[in-house]
């Protein structure tokens, strides 16, 4: 059974950074195409960055240059580094993995992506 599960979530100010976790389990981690999601009450679920097998990431424009996604195959994590928080940063924060194929889908459409964490919270506060 495939279990993510997030960490790190959490409360700081405009400009601050955070960095998320996102431990798996049930998987061979190295053979997934990962990804992170971020969701606001009463709006849909967009895409944040995702990272190949082989390491290659991708940012949507909102976070490009602030924000880092990396994973440890060794040890089966993935991480989100967040610098220069906005507020419109905040909201729920989800890790994903894509089961069925090894490569990264082109776009975001949740649908691609088969497992999900249960999501971390995060608030930046102006």
């Known amino acids: 059974q495939v279990q993510l599960v997030e960490s790190g979530g959490g409360s700081v100010q405009a400009g601050g950074s955070l960095k998320l976790s996102c431990g798996a389990s049930g998987i061979t981690f190295s053979d997934h195409c990962l990804s992170w999601f971020r969701q606001v009450p009463g709006k849909e679920r967009e895409g944040v960055a995702k990272i190949s097998r082989s390491g290659v990431d991708y940012y949507v424009d909102s976070v490009k240059g602030r924000f880092t996604i990396s994973r440890d195959n060794a040890k089966n994590t993935l991480d989100l580094q967040m610098d220069s928080l906005t507020p419109d940063d905040t909201g729920t924060y989800y890790c994903?993995?894509?089961?069925?194929?090894?490569?990264?889908?082109?776009?975001?459409?949740?649908?691609?992506?088969?497992?999900w964490g249960q999501g971390t919270q995060v608030t930046v506060s102006s």
């Open positions: 994903a993995a894509r089961l069925d194929s090894k490569f990264c889908p082109s776009g975001w459409t949740l649908d691609l992506w088969d497992a």
